[in-house]
């Protein structure tokens, strides 16, 4: 009886964590630091995502906001800031148990600098810029698109390597993952969160571009939000949001001819293999690899459009 109801406990607080998530955890340099939400603004909006069409009870559109760093969470004030240098390795992880992200689409880590050097009371109403993103990584089938052949795909945190060259300061690091198995009909779903962290050392003397304001890096006519996987196609020719800044990172490619990384500027669809690694992708990919192995049947039955 007790295990029972255990079960439909969990149940019922994690039905699918899978399917929908958000992210709560801090990993820095392969270990968690903290407690869930120590150092990721909590926010309203659970584990639910944000679309334009057909929004969830209780969430909010891309033109909101609250698309900055998720529902209600645009002060920071009860969130701790976690001290991080150049090169470190970090990921926030997905909230409520979560064991992979189980969508089809890209991922992307924005960062903004708190203008007044204080990021627990900043709103995110500057200036954002893209450090990393990953995209396709398996390459040659339209079938796959549907699920593993994107590289997050199964992954349960995104991860992104500290840049070198933005500066010393507070940031928002805003991780997103952008659930395409509805987009053909105009329904991206988003996922994210906001981590604070201060960022010491590095260079940091140059302007960071290119910029964009959030809301707004994203229209609802995009077509990279917009994008069928349920057709013939084996790439992914659009990008959404801007290019990575100078030193940010790709992962993957528009067609998956490469599943290593690549340093800045635009992808493009003929993108050489990686042979510059800079190992943003320190969570065991065999290990993930296997997990998604299990995960896509079952995965593949919890598509919800
Ligand atoms: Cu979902």
Redesign the pocket.
Known sequence: MKSATFAFLAAAITP?TT???TFSGLIVNDEMVGKDWQYVRQHQNSYM?TKWKNIPSGSHSPDDTDFRCNKGASSGASTSVYTVKPGDKVALKQAFGGTGMA?PGPAQVYMSKAPSGDVKSYAGDGDWFKIAQSLICTPGSAESLKTNAWCSYGDDSIAFTVPSDIGAGEYLARVEHI?LHGAHGGEA?F?YACAQLKIEGGSGNSTVTPTVKIPGMYKSTDPAVNFSVWGKSTCYDEIPGPNVISGGVTEGSACGTSSGSTTGGAISKAAAPATDYLGTEYLKRSVVRRHVGGLTSRAAKRY?V
């Open positions: 699918s399917a929908h998530y995502p969508h659930g779903e996922y919800h």
